[in-house]
C-alpha cells in the first residue's frame, strides 16, 4: 500500500539584488499584499498537486512492477517444483524398473530350478516305480496280447486279441 504524505511548504521568491542603487519604491498596498499571498498559495496549491499526481503514478508503477515480479518469481517457483516433480517421478519408475528386472530375472531363475527339478523326479520315478512286462502270439488271423504293467505294488493286466483282415 503506497501512502503520500506531502508536507505544506510555504514558496518565498528572492528578487535578485542588484548592484546598483535603485530608487527605494513606496511600499506595497494591503490588496497587492493579499494578492501575492492568494498567489503564493495558488502557486502551492498547484505545486503539492503537481508532486500528488507524481506520488500517485510512482504508486501505481510500484505496485505494477511488485505484481509483475511476484509473478515471475511464482511462476520460476512452479518450474522448479515441476522439474523437481518429474526428476522424482523418473527415479520412482526407475528404480520400479529396475525391482521387476530383479524379481523377473530371480523368477526365471528359480523355475529354471523347478524344470530340471521336475525332470530329474519324472525320470527317476518312471525308471524306479514301474516297469512293463508281457507276451504275444501271433497266428494267421489274429494277434493275441498279454501285457502286465508293475506300478510299485499294483498290476495292471491287458489282454487282447486284434484281428486281422485276410486278403486274398
Given amino acids: 500500500m503506497c501512502q503520500i504524505i506531502i508536507e505544506e511548504v510555504e514558496v518565498h521568491q528572492k528578487k535578485a539584488e542588484s548592484k546598483s542603487p535603485k530608487p527605494k519604491k513606496k511600499p506595497p498596498s494591503d490588496t497587492d499584499r493579499a494578492a501575492k499571498k492568494i498567489q503564493a498559495w495558488w502557486r ?5 498537486r503537481t508532486l500528488l499526481h507524481a506520488a500517485l503514478r510512482a504508486c501505481i508503477i510500484q505496485c505494477w512492477w511488485r505484481k509483475v515480479l511476484a509473478r515471475m518469481l511464482e511462476k520460476r517457483r512452479l518450474t522448479a517444483l515441476e522439474l523437481c516433480v518429474r526428476q522424482e517421478w523418473a527415479a520412482i519408475t526407475l528404480q ?10 530371480r523368477y526365471c531363475r528359480l523355475l529354471n530350478a523347478v524344470r530340471i527339478i521336475q525332470i530329474n ?3 527317476h520315478s518312471c525308471h524306479t516305480r514301474g516297469f512293463f512286462h508281457g507276451t504275444y ?3 494267421t488271423s489274429q494277434l493275441r496280447l498279454e501285457l502286465d504293467i508293475i506300478l510299485g505294488s499294483q498290476i495292471c493286466r491287458i489282454t487282447d486279441c486284434i484281428p486281422f483282415p485276410i486278403k486274398n
Fill in 96 to 105: 520400479s524398473w529396475v525391482r521387476m528386472w530383479l524379481i523377473r530375472r
Fill in 137 to 139: 502270439e501271433l497266428t
Fill in 121 to 123: 523326479w519324472r525320470w
Fill in 44 to 48: 502551492g496549491t498547484l505545486v503539492r
